[in-house]
Every structure is written in C-alpha cells, then in structure tokens.
C-alpha cells in the first residue's frame, strides 16, 4: 500500500478517477474522464470550484458519501435512521489504503455509529468498479433505506441514453436531454428486468455508434433497483444506482453489515462502441469467461414444446447431428407432471409415465451422436399443482396472512432465503447433474416477484436474490465444467452479478430476426456476443407472427452464441441446404466473432444497420449489412467501415446467407463477385464500400482479409 496523500489518482487504458481527500468530509471524486497524466507538485488546487454566493462556505460536492451534513442536499448516499434517529450522518475518513488500482476508503460517523467501507477499482480495461458496505456499530438495530453509488459526470453530457423494454422486446434505447431535476428509472421486478438499462449513459450531444464523449454505468445487481441522472442547481451532475430496498429497509442488527451491489462505471471518448469495447475487453479477461468455441446449439422449446415423447426427441437429435450441432438441449416438459406449464415445478425428477426408462437412452443418444446434453430448469418457482407445493405450501414468498399470492404463468416463487429450500434445490440440482452427463442448464426464471415476503413477513426480494446466487455459486462449486445459460422469460435476467455465475444469456424470448436484430444491438453494449444466445427460429415468428427467410434468420444468428429452435426435422431440402451453409458460416467465423472487436456503423438513416468484428490485431474483419426496414434511398452510398486499420490492406469479399429472396430491391454492387478486390483501409474507414441495394429484412456479409504487403 502506497503512502496517501491529498487525493487518490487511478489511471488505466485512458481513464483517470481523481479523488480528493478534503479535510473533514468523505473522499470527493473530482473527475471521472479522460487521462489526466501525471500532475505535479501543485497537487489539485486546479479542480477546487468557486464558492457561489447564498451557499455554504465551503465548495460543496456531492463527495463519495453524498451527505447533508457537509451541504449538499441532491440526492444523499444513505438514507436510513436508527428508530428515527441518526438521520443525517455525517462520515469522516479513518482509514485509506491505496494499491495501483484501487483505493478503500474506511468511513466512520461516531455519533451515528455506522461506518462506511467504500472500494473503488480501476481494471485493465478502464472499467470503474465502486461499492460500498455498511456496519452498524451501535447498540440498536439500524434501519438502511437505501445505500447509493454515483459517479459524477460533466456539465458537457447532457444527453441520456438508458433502455426501456418488455416481454419479447428487450433493450430498447432511448434518449433524452439531461436537465435539472433527476431521471430515474425503477425496476421492482424481483429479477432484473425486461426494461433493465443494461447501460445508463450520459454523453456529449448527439453522441452515436462512433462518436462523443461518453459516461456509463452498469448496476450489477439481478434483484430490485434504481438507476438516475441527477443534474443540481449547483452543477453537480452523476448517474447512480442503488438496490431498491423493501419497506423498511434491510435492518442491521448491532454489528451487522449490509453490502451494494457493484457500480461499473465505462467512459469513452469515441461513441457508444467505446463503452462496449471496455466491457468486452473486462468480461473477456474474467478467469471463467468461455474460452471454448461457443457450440452450434439445438434448442428443443420451439421445436416440440411440451410435447415430448424419446422417439421424437431422439430423432431430433439425430437430425441436429446431421446439421453438425454441438450441443442439444432439452428444454422445459421432461419432469414429473410437466405436460403443460400449469403443472409441475418443483418437482425435479424425470416423469417416468413419458420417459419410462429415464433421460438416459436420449442423453447416451445425444452423447453417442457427439453432442453436449444441455436440459433446462427453473429453481426458483414452483406450481401450485406439484408434489412440492402440496408438501410445503409455506415454501413460498408471500404475504403472511393473504392466502393467495398472485399467480404469474400459474407459479408461485420460493423463498431462497430459506435454508431447507435452499437444501432441497441444491440436492435436487446436484443429484440431476451428478445422475446425468450434463453438460449445460439452461436456468429460467419465468416470473416478476409479487408480494414478496418472506416468512417473517419482511420484504424478500433482497434475501432471494443473494439466495440464488448462493445456490449457483454452490452448484458450480460441485459440478465446476457445467456451464449455466440465464434465461428469465427471455432476457430479463440480464446483469453483471448473474453473468459472475452464468456463460450465457438467452437475449429474448422472441426469434422473430428483426426484433431480435435490434435486441442484440443493444445487450451488446455490455456483452460480447459470444454470451448472447441466439437461435434460428422457424420461418414464422412464434411470438410475432412475421415470417422471414433463412438467410435472414441465419444472418441474426451467427452473430451471437449460435443456435436452432425450430423443427429441422421438417425442413425443406432448400432449407437444410441454406441450414448447413449458415453452420457452417458460423463454424468458420465464431473464433473471430466472438473475440474481435464489436463495432457499429453510424448509418445516415435507421432504415439499415452496419456492424463488424474486427480482429484485435486488425488483420481480418466482418461486416454485416442489414436492411431492417424498407429503404428510403434506393442504394446506400459508400459506407464507412470502422475499426480498421489505416495502414493495411484488405481483400474484400461479399457473402450471402442462402435462400434469401431476391425481389427487385435487391441489387449488388459491381465489385460483389470480384474475388480479387482489393481496398486499402484507409479507404475502407473513410470513403467505404458501395453495398448492396436490399429490400427490408434482408442481410449481407462483407469479409475483410489483411493483403500483406507486397514482397512478403
Ligand atoms: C421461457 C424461455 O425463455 C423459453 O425459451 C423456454 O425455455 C420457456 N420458458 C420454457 O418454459
């Protein structure tokens, strides 16, 4: 630990914190931006504001622990009080201890007995981590209220970008400008969220894919939640985050602590992909990230549904072997009752009466054919119509008193903060793992929490959550190679806490690929694509009705954790034909899809999207192209292609995934079939490529190899 002075100096990839110390008050975080280098002698005087008139004295910021006690009166770190008293503390630093990377501050109010350790952490990849953990070190309980994390951002980001969403239409951007006053979005949902801003960012007006100045943070938390932008009239303006706490709070009992979730904090001065680039680059460096190619997989939902016999499923699998899939997953209806979603869970053992000689002739067949065994579960719930509702009816989050709990897909949700709940999951869970060779879970967790009490009658979401996260952690303790997908109706279990114990995130319910498209974009801002699950569907969307061609579904796909869920045992010779070629697509390009460098087009109209990978030593790269809605010019001029580089030179190819449609809107560029075009990248990032004329809901791919230079 370094001696510490006046202030705390964090510096990595471009990013500087700088944290002042002033006498008195908690650590102030005095700019969260850009590189400041080394300062010298002078210290920090350069930052230190004017105080304004009709103010206290002092120069008054929100500081690390933001608090009335030392003046400011936005939005306070903690609210909270001790049976009405110690209302407004009033911390000072005890303690700081300084590594090259991060810096704990330890915080104490003496009069109101609490003490406040706050942890930030600068990685790598430039990404802020901060945290803070609360001790009651009176005699009495404590109530906490809320215990917030916020960064301060500039005056000059005063646009927001966060995320709205639903069921089937996750992540949905949207902007607005950020003024006075406070913008917060509150998610009560019990699990993270359909409408989960996995990004909350501020930046430079009119900031895109490539371009402005931009802030952004992540909550990593999958329970209730808060995030804001808070601009006050004195200037000080933060994006924050905070776990909503039930009423009355969390209790701290006389040495009791309570712990945020994490706030991740990603600041980039090219645009929303920087932002991206930083997260990819930190989930990418985690010693569990999946570092095996990422197998083609056979999803069973929309394919058979409930309706499973072993005859049907071992046929499927040995078709999806035929495709060349790797990995087969048996998704919801294999245990006991399970012959609809009315009955069932909870009750995880194999339902003898449809697979009367267990799972183990289609796993041995799965297996046999050279696939993974995947199979799905949903912990968390349970039916009503199960013999484990029947045996312990009180095993369910409620309201102590109120008979009936809202029902949601005719389930109810346990209460993981129990500890024979907690016993029966994981014995169920491990006796499934250890009885079979699985590979894989897909995880669901199919409801908002309601009424969620615990069986003291105090609220439960908080308890639940950090109960399932003790039962994944605990699960992968024992069966370590299993890797865990995160579903929740879709992607409403997205976050940074559950991908600490998940390889995977079903992105949405939905395969319609339009949807999806979009869907994608914007879970990418936080993760990479190889975590992204994304299957072909069948040539009708399920759940939207819209039907697309395969070259259009397949295009969607490979640019995720590829997959199909659709009934190939009934697909066309065209459609296997144009099947095959998209695996093979995928095989041929995931090693660079899922480790170059995620980056976005900024298109003149929304009409189309442009987005690539590009290798990390820039030698290879691809494009897609995708034309979302019917364009409102008939061919895109040249378009830039970004992240390359300037000084190589690339040969240019233009693929298509087959069995596209080619109406009249859809024209190729003379180059198209030149198979020796070759464009140096300075081109390439300025001028761009003439594209393809497409019609709505169709797609291309543009492959980019480094030419080495001439004599090589
Ligand atoms: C919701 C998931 O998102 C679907 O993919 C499927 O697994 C169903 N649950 C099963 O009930």
Known sequence: MKQVETSVHLRARGVSVLIELPDGEPPRILHWGGDLGEFGENGIAFARRAVPHSRPATDVRPGLIAQEATGFLGHPTLTGSRNGLAWSPSFVVESVSESDDSVVFEMTDPLAQLRISSTLSIDRSGILAVSHRLTNEGTDPYSVGELALALPVPLAAN?????????????????????????????????????????????????NNRSGTVWAVHFAWSGNSRLWAERTPEGDQSLAAAEL?????????????????????AWSDRGVDGIGSRFHERLRSRPRHPRTARPVTFNTWEAVYFDQTPETLSHLAEVAARYGVERFVLDDGWFLGRRDDARGLGDWRVDREVWAEGLEPLVTTVRQLGMQFGIWVEPEMV????????????????????????????????DLSRQDVFDYLIDALDDLLTDHPISYLKWDHNRDLLDAGKADGRH??????????????ELRLR??????????????????????????VWGSDTNDALDRHLIQRWTSVLLPPELVGSHVGPPTAHITGRTHDLGFRASNAVFGSFGIEWDIARATPAETAGLDTAIAFFKRFRDLIHSGELVHGDLPNPSATLQGVVAKDGSEALYQFSQLTSPPIAVPGPLPFPGLRADFSYRVKGIELPAHAHPAQHVMPAWWDDQELTVSGQVLSTLGLALPGLGPEQAVFVHLTQVPPAGL
């Not at 950090?466 to 952690?473: E, F, K, N, P, T």
């Open 479 to 504: 069966h370590p190679t299993v890797e865990i997908e995160s579903c929740s109706s879709g992607g409403a279990r997205v976050d940074l806490a559950i991908l600490e114990r998940t390889d995977r």
């Open 245 to 265: 706490l039930g009423p009355g709070g969390e209790i701290l009992q006389p040495g009791e602590s309570y712990e945020t979730p994490t706030l991740f904090g």
């Open 460 to 473: 439960g979401v908080h308890a639940t959550t950090l109960g399932v996260y003790r039962l994944m952690d």
């Open 159 to 207: 646009e927001i970008l966060d995320m709205g969403g639903r069921w089937s239409l996750e992540r949905q951007p949207q902007r607005r400008p950020l003024e006075t006053g406070t913008w917060l979005r509150e998610l009560r949902h019990g699990r993270t969220g359909f409408d989960s801003p996995l990004v909350f960012a501020a930046g430079t007006p009119g900031f």
């Open 383 to 414: 039916n009503p119509d199960s013999g484990l509702f029947r045996a312990h009816p009180d095993w369910i989050l409620h309201v102590p008193g109120r008979d009936e709990p809202l029902l949601w897909r005719n389930q109810y949700v346990l």
